[in-house]
């Protein structure tokens, strides 16, 4: 490629950067709205809860609160949280290691762990965060490390998609009427993905030059094994999550069994992406999964969803000082 080509291309993909940003601020008003329904609709149904008991709101939860068996649920979320790092971790590594060298797991541990202390406030600046880790530690460009986490970020929206239909298929009958358009959108995304994979093979529009993008460079190496690859790899993660849910409902004094779970759970997890105030939008869908236990679904949304983030963020502390350690002293390459 000639200098002028360079310089073109590097200009072409800052515009492609610096276009999000101009509608950042329609997305924050966006996600506040949605934010204020959320707390709208839980503020109506758990004040309704509570006439309907005679209690006051607050006395209402209280009684809701007391009555969760805290320390089992305690040891169950943090052997969980810690099952999921070890997993997540390892679906990292493994995309890395297909698509730009082969990282050991064990050196992906202390920035995939810090990363989540970023996650509290947004999990994709967390991924970037990781990006900008080993561009610093490794050398290796920032615009490949970036195409690996939209590379993962792509493939989770589809491995949820894939539960959420598996979910179904298995527990319908217990799923309300409107989780029968699953089926549907499965097949449309399927086929999307089909022509995704065809797109970025040279199969479909072989002209077509945006599949070259620096950013989407994963894409254009990944094979249809890969996506059934990381389906494969990130699956025990959801498998536990069933089993762990299902249990900590119960915990919660909430009657559920894993076949229905496997089906909420996948559609929880979308809503759980909302990046919302402590998770508003995914305690809503508890809510109005479980319309019977108001007080008990709502607590038991805010309280998972919470500690399971703050959680992963007190791993990343454990795992800070090496982080930075390894981010701020001379890198491995150049010793």
């Given at each position: ?109 202390p920035i995939r762990a810090s990363a989540y202390i ?124 069933v089993v762990v849910y299902t249990i900590a409902l ?86």
């Amino acid at each position: 490629m000639t200098e002028p080509e360079f310089e073109d291309t590097m200009e072409s993909e800052d515009n492609e950067v610096r276009t999000p940003r101009k509608s950042s601020t329609a997305q924050r008003i966006i996600f506040l709205l949605i934010t204020a329904l959320c707390f709208a609709y839980l503020y109506y149904r758990l004040n309704g809860a509570a006439l309907r008991e005679g209690l006051t709101l607050a006395d209402y939860m209280t009684e809701v609160f007391a009555n969760v068996q805290w320390i089992p649920w305690l040891l169950l979320m943090m052997a969980y949280s810690g099952f999921y790092f070890a997993i997540d971790t390892l679906v990292v590594t493994r995309a890395l290691s297909w698509f730009i060298q082969k990282i050991r797991y064990r050196d992906i541990l202390p920035i995939r762990a810090s990363a989540y202390i970023i996650s509290i406030f947004n999990e994709q600046i967390g991924k970037g965060a990781m990006a900008y880790y080993l561009n610093k530690r490794d050398q290796v460009p920032g615009w490949e490390v970036g195409s690996v986490m939209l590379f993962i970020m792509f493939c989770e929206m589809f491995y949820l998609l894939a539960w959420a239909t598996i979910g179904y298929v298995f527990s319908r009958d217990t799923l309300p009427e409107v989780f029968g358009l699953i089926p549907y959108i499965a097949l449309g995304s399927g086929l999307i993905l089909c022509v995704w994979i065809l797109y970025f093979q040279g199969k479909l529009l072989p002209g077509n030059q945006i599949r070259d993008r620096r950013l989407l460079h994963a894409f254009k190496l990944a094979r249809p094994w890969h996506y059934g690859a990381f389906f494969l790899l990130r699956s025990p993660a959801l498998i536990s999550a069933v089993v762990v849910y299902t249990i900590a409902l119960n915990l919660f004094g909430v009657e559920a069994s894993f076949v229905s779970l496997l089906g909420y759970l996948p559609v929880i997890f979308f809503a759980a992406t909302v990046p919302t105030p402590m998770r508003a939008a995914a305690i809503t869908f508890w809510v109005i999964l479980f319309p019977e236990n108001e007080g008990q679904m709502a607590a038991f949304g805010f309280v998972q969803h919470n500690f399971f983030i703050l959680f992963n963020a007190a791993i990343g502390l454990l795992f800070w000082r090496r982080a930075q350690r390894e981010l701020f002293t001379e890198s491995p390459n150049e010793a």
